[in-house]
């Protein structure tokens, strides 16, 4: 059974840094990629980073573009999110999931994923 379990998140100054782990278990040696997502209060899903295990290529969204660095270790099964420059509108429950195929434009379709983990949760100090 596939599993994944996000970890890292927590409360953070406006700033500050945290680094999101996603531990795998349970996969295919051909699963293709993995993605962090967010979702913050009232708004929909949406695709924040994501990497194409075999070939490392990345995608970031716009708006964490210079921010926010993906990476994975590919013995563990682990993909990491660096987050810098931490700002309010990045608060949110970031969740990570894994795609066994998509097109290169479609990186951040949520339907195109077919596991998911439960969220790390990201919050700052009021």
């Known amino acids: 059974q596939v599993q994944l379990v996000e970890s890292g998140g927590g409360l953070v100054q406006p700033g500050g840094s945290l680094r999101l782990s996603c531990v795998a278990s349970?996969?295919?040696?051909?699963?293709?990629?993995i993605t962090w997502f967010r979702q913050a209060p009232g708004k929909e899903r949406e695709g924040v980073s994501g990497?194409?295990?075999?070939?490392?290529?990345?995608y970031y969204a716009d708006s964490v573009k210079g921010r926010f660095t993906i990476s994975r270790d590919s013995t563990t099964k682990t993909v990491y999110l660096q987050m810098k420059s931490l700002e309010p509108d990045d608060k949110a429950v970031y969740y990570c999931?894994?795609?066994?195929?998509?097109?290169?434009?479609?990186?951040?379709?949520?339907?195109?994923?077919?596991?998911w983990g439960q969220g790390t949760h990201v919050t700052f100090f009021s």
């Open positions: 349970g996969l295919a040696l051909n699963y293709y990629g």
């Open positions: 990497i194409r295990v075999n070939s490392a290529i990345t």
């Open positions: 999931a894994i795609a066994y195929s998509y097109d290169a434009d479609r990186w951040s379709y949520r339907r195109e994923y077919n596991y």
